[in-house]
């Protein structure tokens, strides 16, 4: 303490760090309560979802395997597709154009731009930060059904969508993919000053009007980097909210409904647990707030900062549950919440059924260009 500060002063320093200390006790008490709620299923039922699985039939699941050098063999039987930045058939045209632009000279780090074929003359439209699912493992932004799906976004909304190419685990682990992230936003911020100059696309962007979405590992991603670009200057971009579809969490302890649908068959338990393994820090368990956003780490304090929320989950996804506390974690900071819960449903749903993948365009647009709100708890759920 310096000695040479007023009494006063030190008195209303005194009183200051007080309040601070409360409010950091009061919001970690909460946490404690969230994360003992998190671990109340039986570790017997707990060593039964791993029993009787291996990482090859895992592997084997995901269609992976090693190289001799360490690295992975994947053999994706979902195809990419290339960029279509202009109609080259008017009999069938594409649903909205696109094309792979560099982030610098000297990186082979890339992004996808989606723009509408036909934008808006008179007003800008909102701009979209993508990040694909795929568990931190698989997948491409150049995977054609995220590049459908942001294909969709971009024509519907409309939007200009930024949809980044980041680095996979285990060749680059956790916090890989968050950093490539955070340096794809600072490059869409470069843009919006004109540093280095600006693609023609994005003249048709509100740089103020910004949301960060994500869909599975991408949701995850983007809430990380919704944490750490608090941060940084990133004006003139304004954050105007994130948007997390199915985000993929885990933890080391079970919830119920990890174990009720223990054995689904989009991402069964003990594939997610491979699939952690391979992209967390080495040593790192799943407790890691990489992985379960709830047990405390580095980023706590900069939640109450976050802007609005859109959150998805279904019950027949066995995330719901990661995602249901999370949702408690951001409205115990005020944090405003939009939470879609359906019954019927499972994790990627919106990547195979036309109809469920409808729904969520249609919610994630309202949340985008809804006006004038001011807070309050948004969450809805549907039966």
């Known amino acids: 303490m310096n000695p040479l500060l007023p009494q006063t002063m030190f008195r209303q320093h005194c009183l200051n760090q007080n309040q601070k200390s409360w409010r950091v006790l009061a919001a970690y008490t909460l946490l404690g309560f969230l994360f003992i709620s998190q671990s109340c299923t039986s570790i017997r039922?707990?060593?039964n979802v791993a029993r009787n699985h291996t990482w090859q039939e895992a592997f084997q699941l995901l269609g992976i395997s090693w190289n001799p050098d360490g690295t992975l063999h994947r053999n994706i039987t979902v195809p990419l597709v290339n960029a279509t930045p202009s109609v080259t058939d008017p009999i069938n045209p594409p649903v909205a154009l696109s094309k792979d632009v560099r982030l610098s000279h000297n990186s082979k780090a890339y992004v996808r731009l989606y723009r509408p074929i036909n934008p808006p003359e008179d007003s800008k439209i909102p701009l979209i930060f993508y990040l694909h699912g795929g568990d931190f493992v698989l997948f491409s932004a150049a995977t054609v059904t995220f590049h459908n799906f942001c294909n969709d976004i971009a024509a519907q909304f409309p939007a200009v969508v930024v949809s980044l190419e980041y680095r996979l685990a285990p060749e680059h682990r956790l916090p890989a993919a968050y950093d490539d992230a955070l340096n794809a936003l600072f490059w869409v911020k470069n843009?919006?000053?004109?540093?280095?100059?600006r693609d023609p696309w994005l003249n048709y962007a509100d740089f103020s009007t910004v949301f960060l979405l994500g869909s599975s590992a991408g949701a995850n991603a983007i809430y990380h980097l919704a944490l750490r670009a608090q941060d940084f200057d990133l004006r003139p971009l304004k954050i105007r909210g994130i948007l997390l579809n199915q985000p993929f969490f885990g933890g080391v302890h079970r919830t119920p409904s990890e174990i009720r649908l223990k054995e689904d068959t989009v991402i069964p338990l003990f594939m997610c647990d491979v699939l952690w393994t391979l992209a967390l820090p080495l040593h790192a368990n799943r407790d890691h707030e990489f992985c379960n956003p709830i047990t405390g780490g580095s980023y706590h304090g900069r939640v109450p900062r976050l802007p609005r929320v859109f959150l998805q989950s279904f019950y027949g996804d066995p995330l719901s549950d990661r995602t249901t506390l999370l949702v408690k974690l951001l409205k115990s900071y005020n944090v405003t919440v939009v939470y879609q819960y359906t019954q019927d449903g499972y994790h990627g749903i919106e990547l195979q059924n036309r109809t469920a993948a409808q729904e969520l365009y249609n919610h994630m647009k309202r949340?985008?260009?809804?006006?004038?709100?001011?807070?309050?708890?948004?969450?809805?759920?549907?039966?």
């Not at 843009?191 to 100059?197: C, T």
């Open 191 to 197: 843009q919006s000053l004109g540093i280095g100059g």
């Open 45 to 47: 039922a707990e060593e």
């Open 367 to 383: 949340f985008i260009y809804s006006a004038n709100i001011t807070g309050g708890d948004e969450s809805h759920a549907s039966c």
